[in-house]
């Protein structure tokens, strides 16, 4: 079975670039999450979208950063403009609603310059 | 508010050494409790779980007991390996909630 798959995996741009990371979650689950993680700041959640509908956006850090699902196969987190401080590995994770395991991606390793 | 405490590392045994990895919690309600662990360059992925007090959790020769007491979920191995070299995190889930609360991660090294 595929698991989450995001791409790209690595990814460096200039400051004041967009940047969007793509993510696939696993076939059948309904529930997809966006994290991020850093060495200060370790692991956080910055959305939880539920059948395609955006439940939970508290975690994004301000109007910089968007994330969209357009259909159950496919989502994608944006920020735009990027600045360094959003440097880190962004994690993408899916499950099926009700069950409490998620399932992460490889996730994207970003560096802003 | 709910929260996750682990021991800090970086943790560095010798193979074949015994592995514990302390990690506590504070919750309202009934929490399930969690252990994943992240390869060098990879993502997460679940190691095991506990959903109720006394539950053991159990993979890979790695288990954990969920300890409601104590408030505790310490992760355990008799005999590590090199390839058990990882960042291994705790985390709990609040019932009927989809958050993980994360714990910071301890960082274990394994040498031959």
């Known amino acids: 079975d595929a698991g989450v798959i995001q791409s790209p995996r690595h990814e460096v741009t200039e400051m004041g670039q967009e940047v969007t990371l793509r993510c696939k979650p696993i076939?059948?689950?309904?529930?997809l999450f966006w994290y991020r993680q850093t060495m200060m700041r370790g692991l956080e959640l910055l959305i939880y979208?539920?059948?395609?509908?955006?439940?939970?956006d508290s975690g994004m850090p301000e109007d910089r950063f968007s994330a969209k699902m357009p259909n159950a196969s496919f989502s994608t987190l944006k920020i735009q403009p990027s600045e360094p401080r959003d440097s880190a590995v962004y994690f993408c994770?899916?499950?099926?609603?009700?069950?409490?395991?998620?399932?992460f991606g490889p996730g994207t390793r970003l560096l802003v310059l | 508010g709910n929260s996750v405490t682990q021991m800090e590392g970086p943790v560095t045994l010798s193979e074949e050494a015994f592995l514990t990895i302390n990690c506590t919690y504070t919750a309202t309600g009934y929490p399930s409790l969690f252990w994943y662990v992240q390869y060098p360059g990879e993502g997460l992925q679940l190691l095991l779980k506990a959903t109720k007090a006394d539950d053991k959790g159990s993979n890979k020769g790695f288990e954990a007991t969920y300890r409601k007491e104590t408030t505790s979920f310490h992760l355990e191995k008799g005999s590590v390996q090199v390839s058990d070299s990882a960042v291994y995190f705790c985390a709990l889930s609040t019932s009927g909630t989809y958050k993980y609360i994360f714990g910071t991660g301890t960082r274990l090294k394994v040498l031959a």
């Open positions: 076939s059948g689950h309904n529930s």
């Open positions: 979208f539920n059948n395609n509908v955006p439940i939970d």
């Open positions: 994770a899916s499950s099926r609603t009700g069950e409490e395991t998620q399932y």
